[in-house]
């Protein structure tokens, strides 16, 4: 183990920071704007006359995203930690806003985004962001009994959520709880956070009841031919993707679910597309990129000796782990749909841009983590 690190770290310290952690979600990038033409260019075609609409918007994004790491990156952690109470505030804020007519939009019943001039963005992904660096922030900074931090997680767990719920969007809901119960978790163990689950899971269930088109969810996920023209239509779709691909794939641009078949083909069924063009294979190379990430993120984690530093990189990559856990999960049918995006590869830019800055904190971590070693190397 002793040899296996020390190699790791004379490879890491050839560098300013570990270039996998920008090359992999680089590749993940483009490969998604591929797709995104792909997967909309039966629509693009009719709504603007050429197929490279969407895939072009997305370009754009991707640099702005890239500009917004680069500027993540230049900034240091002691820094991002000051300023973490403030961002809270202000992404706390801008979520609210949403609600208010005159700034938010409402797409699909839910009033999730908002809009500045000719861009609209969701601050839901920056308020994540924020909470992220701020929750890092308060359980490194204070030595406490566990109840005590509980409750002070919880609090700014539960005040983070008003305006996710009101919009509503329960599954950024989900996200935020369970990022900032996986820092607690990491310092004060899985008692309190059990207690919680257990308590919740009866008030959790008369919600899903009481509310019919969450009802209608369930059973749509458990059944989906029970209503295979309306609420379990995005499901048997999503699996037809997924049979015609088989192993090898239909071929690129192939697709015959993007063709009115599959709602959102472009956005939350990407991955759906993916592996109806490219098969199995394309699939297993999606995740397989993921876990590539997941081990270097690991792996510099693992050297951090400072608090805020180790449950910053935790929360950061569980931020665009989850989500990514949640969208294969759905469109697979292991759990119920829930709308998130594919981190990298679905359309939109609010999600692409709060990705890459957490990318660009990631590899300043890594940076000052490579610094610190030849530090002590030295």
């Given at each position: 183990?002793?040899?296996?690190?020390?190699?790791?770290?004379?490879?890491?310290?050839?560098?300013?920071?570990?270039?996998?952690?920008?090359?992999?979600?680089?590749?993940?990038?483009?490969?998604?704007?591929?797709?995104?033409?792909?997967?909309?260019?039966y629509?693009?075609?009719?709504?603007?006359?050429?197929?490279?609409?969407?895939g072009m918007k997305q370009i754009k994004w991707l640099l702005v995203s890239l500009a917004g790491m680069a500027l993540s990156y230049s900034v240091p952690i002691d820094i991002w930690r000051k300023v973490s109470p403030f961002l809270w505030i202000l992404a706390f804020l801008l979520s609210f806003a949403t609600l208010i007519p005159s700034f938010g939009m409402s797409v699909s019943g839910s009033s999730r985004w908002m809009r500045l001039g000719p861009f609209s963005f969701q601050?839901?992904?920056?308020?994540?962001?924020?909470?992220?660096?701020?929750?890092?922030s308060v359980i490194s900074g204070y030595e406490e009994p566990p109840i005590s931090a509980f409750v002070r997680t919880i609090s700014v767990l539960i005040?983070?959520?008003?305006?996710?719920?009101?919009?509503?969007?329960?599954g950024?809901?989900?996200?935020?709880?369970?990022?900032?119960?996986?820092?607690?978790?990491?310092?004060?163990?899985?008692?309190?956070?059990?207690?919680?689950?257990?308590?919740?899971?009866?008030?959790?269930?008369?919600?899903?009841?009481?509310?019919?088109?969450?009802?209608?969810?369930?059973?749509?996920?458990?059944?989906?031919?029970?209503?295979?023209?309306?609420?379990?239509?995005?499901?048997?779709?999503?699996l037809i993707a997924f049979a015609n691909g088989g192993f090898w794939g239909v071929g690129l641009g192939r697709s015959?679910?993007?063709?009115?078949?599959?709602?959102?083909?472009?956005?939350?069924?990407?991955?759906?597309?993916?592996?109806e063009e490219l098969g199995v294979l394309g699939s297993m190379a999606v995740i397989g990129a993921f876990a590539v990430i997941s081990v270097r993120v690991y792996y510099m984690w693992r050297d951090f000796d400072d608090e805020y530093r180790r449950y910053l990189v935790f929360g950061l990559w569980l931020s665009i782990l989850i989500p990514f856990f949640i969208n294969v999960g759905g469109v697979t049918t292991l759990i119920p749909l829930t709308g998130k995006a594919m981190p990298f590869l679905s359309y939109g830019g609010?999600?692409?841009?709060?990705?890459?800055?957490?990318?660009?904190?990631l590899l300043r971590c890594s940076a000052e983590n490579n610094r610190m070693i030849k530090r002590s190397a030295s």
């Open positions: 183990m002793d040899n296996e690190r020390d190699i790791f770290q004379a490879q890491e310290n050839s560098h300013a920071f570990d270039l996998w952690l920008i090359v992999i979600p680089l590749a993940l990038s483009v490969f998604g704007i591929i797709m995104i033409t792909s997967a909309s260019g629509f693009s075609i009719k709504q603007f006359g050429t197929p490279w609409v969407y601050p839901s992904e920056f308020l994540i962001f924020s909470v992220v660096i701020y929750l890092s005040v983070s959520a008003i305006p996710l719920l009101f919009q509503p969007d329960i950024s809901t989900i996200i935020l709880f369970a990022i900032g119960l996986g820092i607690f978790i990491m310092k004060y163990g899985w008692k309190y956070p059990l207690i919680l689950l257990v308590t919740t899971s009866v008030p959790a269930i008369i919600l899903i009841f009481n509310a019919s088109y969450r009802l209608r969810r369930l059973k749509a996920w458990i059944d989906p031919w029970q209503d295979p023209l309306n609420e379990g239509f995005q499901i048997i779709q999503g015959l679910q993007k063709l009115q078949y599959l709602p959102a083909a472009h956005t939350d069924f990407i991955f759906a597309i993916s592996a609010s999600a692409l841009l709060a990705t890459w800055v957490k990318i660009g904190l």
